[in-house]
């Protein structure tokens, strides 16, 4: 009987300490390691993470294309060459990408000036040319705006006196600066129509005082980043195109 009331005891107390229990953080500890001469745990710091580094300069540095000339956004008024070239495959790709998944036609696209951070130099070029020229996370996004809307961006785009990089318009100008009219497509605005413009999120939201954009009827997400579709291009071409075709024209 006395065994019996034992392995009772003994059931019992395992019961309870295995069940839940509650716990709290009490302390939490840190302390700071300087990584100097004095520590010798890792013989060359330099060669532990030298195959990590070597592995992404390979990636990074593999030629992906050619260019024939300097791409530079300081060279030119209204439009650069390196804007044109932005704008154009920008417009390209995410018109590839909203059909699909919208089954709607992309009209314009508008990036801005201050976005691009490199040239794209004459020969190779590489996917570290595309980090380079846009080291941002920022993704292409299509707003769905009014002719109205259109408008303000024309006007906006003429007083900043910024070769901002666009496709799909043309803006006619009179030698004061004027607007004079609006093409889309190589067609007359249309005030109460509605155009999808191809942008960044990071304008979409009102960046660099483009308050248009927040005056939308829609917004579509493509999840496509721009260094995205800059590489993707890079892979597809054997030598970049760029259009010096003037979207800004002074009568």
């Known amino acids: 009987m006395k065994?019996?009331?034992?392995?009772?005891?003994?059931?019992?107390?395992?019961?309870?300490?295995?069940?839940?229990?509650?716990?709290?953080?009490?302390?939490?500890?840190g302390s700071k390691i300087e990584i100097n001469d004095k520590i010798?745990?890792?013989?060359?710091?330099?060669?532990?993470?030298?195959?990590?580094?070597?592995?992404?300069?390979?990636d990074l540095d593999s030629v992906l294309a050619y260019s024939s000339e300097t791409l530079d956004k300081s060279k030119g008024q209204w439009q650069t060459n390196i804007g044109n070239f932005m704008a154009d495959i920008c417009f390209e790709k995410a018109a590839l990408l909203?059909?699909?998944?919208?089954?709607?036609?992309?009209?314009?696209?508008?990036?801005?000036?201050?976005?691009?951070?490199?040239?794209?130099?004459?020969?190779?070029?590489?996917?570290?040319?595309?980090?380079?020229?846009?080291?941002?996370?920022?993704?292409?996004?299509?707003?769905?705006?009014?002719?109205?809307?259109?408008?303000?961006?024309?006007?906006?785009?003429?007083?900043?006196?910024?070769?901002?990089?666009?496709?799909?318009?043309?803006?006619y100008i009179d030698s004061d600066n004027l607007i004079q009219r609006i093409l889309i497509q190589n067609k007359p605005l249309d005030k109460s129509a509605i155009y999808y413009v191809a942008t960044s999120d990071y304008l979409s939201n009102g960046g660099d005082n483009m308050a248009f954009f927040q005056k939308n009827e829609d917004v579509y997400d493509l999840d496509y980043k721009i260094r995205?579709?800059?590489?993707?291009?890079?892979?597809?071409?054997?030598?970049?195109?760029?259009?010096?075709?003037?979207?800004i024209i002074i009568n």
Request: glycine share 4%; proline share 4%.
């Open 3 to 29: 065994i019996k009331h034992f392995v009772l005891f003994i059931t019992f107390i395992v019961l309870i300490s295995c069940s839940s229990s509650s716990y709290k953080v009490s302390k939490i500890e």
């Open 98 to 171: 909203f059909e699909k998944r919208h089954q709607k036609k992309l009209n314009v696209c508008l990036l801005n000036h201050g976005g691009i951070r490199s040239i794209i130099p004459k020969g190779k070029i590489t996917t570290r040319t595309a980090f380079e020229v846009m080291p941002f996370e920022n993704s292409i996004v299509v707003i769905a705006l009014k002719g109205e809307q259109i408008e303000e961006m024309a006007s906006y785009f003429i007083s900043e006196k910024k070769p901002h990089p666009i496709s799909g318009v043309k803006i």
């Open 228 to 247: 995205n579709i800059l590489i993707d291009y890079f892979k597809e071409v054997d030598t970049l195109k760029v259009s010096s075709e003037n979207r």
């Open 40 to 58: 010798t745990t890792i013989s060359s710091y330099d060669d532990y993470i030298k195959p990590y580094r070597d592995h992404i300069n390979k």
